[in-house]
């Protein structure tokens, strides 16, 4: 099975950046959608970004991180990135990288099929 390891996260003031890491082993990430979603206690897992593993179609974001995080993917790798841009506080949450064995991404976290164990963002002054 898939592994997923994320890193990359850390403290960060306002206004800056941080790019997540999600390393896959034991397997390859090439036929998998994969995820990012992020979770604040009391709250539910949120979807942040996805991208496809079917060549041609666009990645997608939430809304609240339009035009400032990027994800993508380097296959050769096995690895999935989240560039972070322009942090607000509430973008503090606990990161996790997720995997979907589909051509599309989801947005629902009950129907991915493989999680890492988060890495923790927490955006302050």
């Known amino acids: 099975q898939v592994q997923l390891v994320e890193s990359g996260g850390g403290l960060v003031q306002p206004g800056g950046s941080l790019r997540l890491s999600c390393a896959a082993s034991?397997?390859?990430?090439?036929?998998?959608?994969m995820g990012w979603f992020r979770q604040v206690p009391g709250k539910e897992r949120e979807f942040v970004a996805g991208i496809p593993w079917r060549t041609g179609l666009n990645p997608g974001y939430a809304d609240s991180v339009k035009g400032r995080f990027t994800i993508s993917r380097n296959d050769a790798n096995n690895t999935a990135y989240l560039q972070m841009n322009s942090l607000t506080p509430e973008d503090t949450a606990l990161y996790y990288c997720?995997?979907?064995?589909?051509?599309?991404?989801?947005?629902?976290?009950?129907?991915?099929?493989?999680w890492g164990q988060g890495t923790q963002v927490t955006i302050s002054s």
């Open positions: 997720a995997a979907k064995q589909s051509a599309r991404y989801v947005t629902l976290s009950s129907l991915c099929d493989y």
């Open positions: 034991d397997g390859s990430i090439s036929t998998y959608s």
